[in-house]
């Protein structure tokens, strides 16, 4: 039993499963091309809410001339900007009952200056035209505070016990390494409207060694756009990108499967359990050309894997539970 408030161990709690579905409505923003769907930020056409009557639509469409009104694309994103800036608000009454009750602030200081930077990137998004790395970089942010979030929620007791040995700690690094970097592949892989130049699996057109563009493909210094929406690459470069995704998915099943082996009891079947699930849900959007349920599922799998990672480095290191404590100070 920890001595960590209740209250805090709940909101903690709570802003986990609002972090992971600020994650999956992201994804499912982008997979539904609507990451544009209201040219401003953070209203849509100067608006609360989506302009949806004629009047709204007319002052809209006055407003911003090059981009018509379609309420079915500004919703997902007005959705997703509502749960986040919910999750935002979270990450300040966690900051302040955490001070209330005299736990230690570094994990919700840094949470709320996360979520702060967040809001940013959202913003540039907007005004950017979906830049590729911006883009990229709102992904990695959210995934980061998901799981920043659940640090904190191991550290005030909400999972109990859980014993992993101490040894595995640093593979466990290893893993959230790989998983984070191939989640960042993922994002520059959607960002780019990579994730069908190839329409087969394990082959690529047919080919182990497609015609690749790395140089195009990788180019993190591409000047910002009029508008990215739907790609600006080459199929070259494209199919660099898709296969280059597929090359980190194979290093993690390897390295996280071994791990899953290593750990004992029920944490390492979840482990292996999640990281099969994605595995094949990352070769289902290829054979099934992207289908919008199994990839919004793929995405919400590699934060779900991310936070096993997690787990397993926090209990290897002895983190989990009881550690924020009333009493031990700011």
Known sequence: MTGA????????????????????LGAYTRLVDAGLGCPDWPGCYGFLGVPESPEEIVVAEERFPDSPVEPDKAWPEM????????LGLLSLVLVALAWRRRARLTIPLTLAVLVIVQGAFGAWTVTLKLWPQVVTAHLLGGFATLALLWLYTLRLGMAGRVTVPAALARPAVLGIALVVLQVTLGGWTSSNYAALACPDFPTCHGSLVPEMDFATGFNVLQEIGPNYLGGALSSEARVAIQMTHRLGAFAVLF???????????????????????????????????????VATAHNAGGALLLLALVTVYAAARGYVGGIETPGDGH
Request: hydrophobic share 60%.
């Open 255 to 293: 390295v996280v499967g071994w791990l899953a082996l290593r750990i004992r009891g029920r944490l390492g079947w979840i482990v292996g359990g999640v990281l099969a699930v994605q595995f094949g849900l990352g070769i289902a959007n290829v054979l099934l050309e992207l289908p919008l349920t």
């Open 5 to 24: 408030p209740r209250e805090l161990r709940v909101l903690a709690g709570v802003g986990v499963a609002l972090a992971l579905v600020v994650v999956v």
């Open 79 to 86: 959705v997703h900007r509502y749960f986040a800036t919910g």
